[in-house]
């Protein structure tokens, strides 16, 4: 099953959120209204929580995962993300914060405490380090990341768009009498 219960936390999916059969949800997950999860991803709520906005799409073969709370960090980190921001295939995300309108390059890991601020594109394969600040309006890239250049008006827009096109993609799917997983 792609929605799984633990410990009492079921996955939450807003309206018209649509999460692909071969994708893994799991725990104390909020999915947010016209999101999308797409195939092979596995989103891991099981120590902590994960909160994903409004029209965010997360592509095939991502994992996204949280920093528990132990020892080494009293009160661990969830990973909290925004509206309207595309991530990529094959990103990790983990126990990290981004904020709207972003777009996260394919192959990219986001580390533990990370905090991504608006509008700011990551550019595949890159690398941000625990507890690293990518401030908004920027390209970043590199591994670790560095601060490229600012964003250009078209780059801005783009974020839009982006949401927009995975926003009617998984509606057809879901047209097209794509049985949604169900909730436990």
């Known amino acids: 099953?792609?929605?799984?219960?633990f410990r009492d936390h079921t996955p939450s999916l807003?309206?018209?959120a649509f999460v692909d059969r071969s994708a893994v949800v799991i725990g104390d997950v909020q999915?947010?209204?016209?999101?999308?999860?797409?195939p092979l991803t596995v989103i891991r709520g099981d120590m902590h929580r994960i909160r994903i906005g409004?029209?965010?799409?997360?592509?095939?073969?991502?994992v996204l995962h949280i920093t528990h709370a132990g020892p080494f960090n009293p009160d661990g980190?969830?990973?909290?993300?925004?509206?309207?921001?595309?991530?990529?295939?094959?990103?990790?995300?983990?126990?990290?914060?981004?904020?709207?309108?972003?777009?996260?390059?394919?192959g990219?890991?986001?580390?533990?405490g990370a905090i991504?601020?608006?509008?700011?594109?990551?550019?595949?394969?890159?690398?941000v380090p625990p507890g690293k600040r990518l401030v908004s309006g920027y390209l970043y890239v590199g591994s670790p990341v560095k601060q490229a250049r600012p964003l250009s008006e078209n780059e801005?827009?783009?974020?839009?768009?982006?949401?927009?096109?995975?926003?009617k993609l998984k509606d057809q799917h879901l047209a097209e009498g794509y049985d949604q997983p169900e909730q436990p």
């Open 14 to 16: 807003g309206p018209r």
């Open 1 to 5: 099953m792609a929605i799984r219960t």
């Open 77 to 106: 980190f969830a990973l909290i993300i925004g509206d309207e921001v595309t991530i990529g295939h094959k990103v990790m995300l983990h126990g990290c914060t981004l904020g709207n309108r972003i777009l996260v390059g394919m």
């Open 156 to 167: 801005r827009a783009f974020f839009a768009y982006s949401a927009n096109n995975y926003v």
């Open 54 to 62: 409004a029209r965010t799409s997360v592509q095939d073969g991502s």
């Open 31 to 38: 999915l947010g209204e016209d999101s999308s999860v797409w």
């Open 108 to 112: 990219s890991t986001v580390m533990d």
């Open 116 to 127: 991504v601020e608006d509008e700011v594109i990551i550019g595949a394969g890159s690398l």
